[in-house]
């Protein structure tokens, strides 16, 4: 049977940038992993997981789809330093034509439909931000500029969007609606739920009553704040009666947060501060909170809350969660024990292909889409809009029971 002929794209393309990790990975050797320049100075050799395969829990494993085309749309960048374009070569270097725009990389310079599917990664560039910090990616543009294509040609393809639809909720909205209109397999997201977690196999017990998620996270307000709340939305989604949707949101930032962090009957349960902070390695959460930078507070329609704590002293995104009878905490570990650079994407590749195999999205974009709405109404929170009411976001779905290639029930890597 034949592959998937799948066409990419790209806002651009430089070393350790999301299209770089989901679409090249460097490989050198067990326990030597170098990064950026220090990988071309020790001869690591180039790989790329969407054209010549990836490692996944054993041996090579050829890739499932073939990629034809590609739309990039800038070559490097310059903010916040330069950083060169791999692209562009690495794609000619296995025959992969570079088109102008996104319908001839759709339609190979011809005419109708002629691949049978769209990978659009979105993240990276240089583009502006907006008054809440958010990064104005387009990739609302890029997918209607497929779905134009896909019209035009009378035939529709599935469509991967990297990270969330959208920085904007309502653009967001309609790329979704745009798509179960016109019949368009739609899946989005990040690695982040698919990654290895410490203990392994952790995982909320699907249909079990919840009440309370808490996630500590790293990074930036937006684009960081973002992979916090996805990793508590895929275990909130698998509560009983699934996920109901988001009633408000709030977002405190600067001084406020640390005396948030230490107030009994403020947003955060400082017993799932300390349950979060044990299955990171933290003896003592004190130091989380005093170097704490923002805390969000989601409210859901069935009374359910997910508190999310922004700690410049963690490394990785840690998650505890309880309900009437049962509790879980848990360490996301990005990058594990493998011997390749950001080993999580490689699930990530691993789903894009079966979307495409499938026609049918191996888990639901309606995650991606909540957790984007959410995090644009924090956005503005933050800025200073105090509590938002979110009637927008009354999404309900049910998460699946397993998402097969996803780390939670594979064991870590031995050293």
């Not at 699930?347 to 984007?372: C, H, K, N, S, W």
Request: negative net charge; hydrophobic residues 40%.
């Amino acid at each position: 049977m034949s592959k998937p002929r799948v066409a990419l794209v790209i806002t651009t393309w430089f070393p350790n940038s999301h299209a770089d990790v989901i679409a090249r990975h460097l490989f050198r050797g067990p326990r030597d992993v170098v990064r950026g320049s220090e990988a071309e100075e020790k001869n690591v050799v180039g790989w790329s997981r969407l054209i010549t395969g990836y490692e996944l829990d054993g041996p090579h494993r050829e890739p499932r789809v073939e990629v034809v085309s590609a739309y990039l749309e800038q070559q490097g960048v310059t903010r916040p330093e330069p950083r060169p374009d791999v692209g562009t070569d690495f794609l000619a270097e296995h025959g992969v034509p570079i088109f102008p725009t996104v319908a001839e990389a759709i339609t190979l310079g011809g005419t109708g439909v002629a691949v049978d599917g769209v990978v659009l990664i979105g993240e990276h560039g240089d583009y502006e931000d907006n008054e809440f910090g958010q990064k104005l990616y387009p990739r609302r543009r890029l997918f209607d500029a497929a779905v134009a294509a896909m019209i035009t040609g009378g035939r529709t393809i599935p469509i991967f969007v990297d990270k969330h639809l959208s920085y904007a909720f309502t653009d967001a909205r309609s790329m979704y609606d745009d798509a179960r209109r016109l019949g368009i397999p739609l899946l989005a997201g990040s690695s982040v739920p698919l990654a290895y977690r410490e203990p392994t196999g952790a995982d909320w017990r699907f249909g079990a009553p919840l009440t309370d998620c808490l996630v500590i996270g790293y990074g930036g307000a937006e684009v960081y704040g973002f992979h916090a709340l996805e990793a508590g939305q895929a275990l909130l989604e698998r509560r009983a009666g699934g996920e109901t949707g988001v009633v408000a949101v709030q977002a405190w930032t600067g001084p406020e947060v640390g005396r948030l962090a230490t107030d009994p009957a403020g947003p955060l349960p400082p017993e799932l501060i300390t349950a979060a902070a044990g299955a990171g390695g933290f003896d003592d959460a004190q130091n989380l909170i005093e170097q704490a930078t923002d805390v969000y507070l989601v409210e859901h329609a069935d009374g359910d809350r997910l508190t999310v704590l922004m700690t410049d002293a963690v490394t990785d995104f840690l998650v505890a969660a309880r309900g009437p009878d049962d509790a879980l905490a848990y360490r996301i570990a990005l990058l594990g024990e493998q011997p390749y650079f950001f080993p999580h994407f490689a699930r990530l590749v691993f789903q894009i292909e079966q979307l495409m195999i499938d026609r049918r999205a191996p888990y639901p974009v309606e995650r991606t889409l909540l957790t984007g709405g959410v995090i644009d109404g924090l956005m503005r929170s933050r800025a200073g809009a105090g509590r938002l009411k979110t009637p927008d976001l009354a999404i309900a779905y049910r998460g699946p029971e397993k998402i097969e290639g996803s780390a939670v029930a594979v064991p870590l890597p031995k050293s």
